[in-house]
């Protein structure tokens, strides 16, 4: 399938393959402190980032009406899915199978489609986000530098597998192939900042700060 963009469709379903994370931070985004993460303006990633905590079972009959709403406003316009599936991810944070049939019948569309569109588009998700989503590199300058010994630190530090939730709802851990800051490897974001020369040492601190940042209430 020809990664092109219909009329209509957000540009973020279009910002790159899967691996594609939006703006290379500029130099003079480079913040002097090297423990400082570079903040990326990078507005798509925080479309998705923003609402990607999973519901409960108490609000989910509730998600489940609004994801109704947005089928009701979109179902006599023809090529509409993308939009309706964009809108159901913000409301609900992600896209499981479930949901998926829902949308479906509400559209009168194969369970087919709308799952081959999920499927499609890397910016859709079927597994339950967590709080905050960590993009460890694995691109080539990142694992000669490191990367990968990064990469087993974050798995026994969280307990999870690539692609994985924590069990608290935490962190989300995705490997990426790039994401622009080779001269800082090994890099990782978490949501929209970029750390630099990360080891097992520096990510611990990383990952308590965020820790700390939700229990405070704060917000990332
Ligand atoms: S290879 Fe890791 S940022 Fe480019």
Redesign the pocket.
């Known amino acids: 399938m020809e990664n092109i963009r219909p009329d209509n469709t957000p540009a973020v379903l279009y910002a790159g393959g899967e691996n594609t994370i939006g703006e290379r931070p500029t130099k003079e985004s480079v913040p002097d402190d090297p423990d400082r993460p570079i903040h990326r303006p990078f507005k798509e990633e925080r479309l998705m980032s923003d609402k990607t905590v999973s519901p409960g079972k108490a609000d989910e009959r509730a998600l489940y009406e609004a994801v109704g709403k947005v089928i009701e406003k979109y179902r006599d316009k023809p090529g509409s899915l993308i939009m309706v599936l964009h809108e159901a991810q913000e409301i609900y944070g992600y896209l499981p199978m479930e949901l998926q049939r829902f949308i479906a019948d509400g559209m009168g569309l194969p369970v087919s489609e709308v799952s081959g569109v999920v499927s499609f588009y890397s910016y859709f998700t079927t597994q339950r986000q967590g709080r905050h989503t960590i993009r460890m590199?694995?691109?080539?300058?990142?694992?000669v530098r490191g990367?990968k010994k990064v990469v087993e630190a974050i798995k026994k530090e969280l307990n999870v597998d690539v692609g994985g939730t924590t069990e608290d709802g935490l962190f989300t851990f995705q490997i990426?192939?790039?994401?622009?800051?080779?001269?800082?490897?090994?890099?990782m974001m978490v949501d929209d900042d970029v750390y630099k020369q990360v080891n097992p040492t520096k990510l611990r601190g990383i990952l308590a700060h965020y820790a700390e940042m939700d229990e405070g209430g704060a917000d990332a």
């Open positions: 590199c694995q691109g080539t300058a990142c694992y990367g990426v192939r790039c994401i622009g800051s080779c001269g800082l490897a090994p890099a």
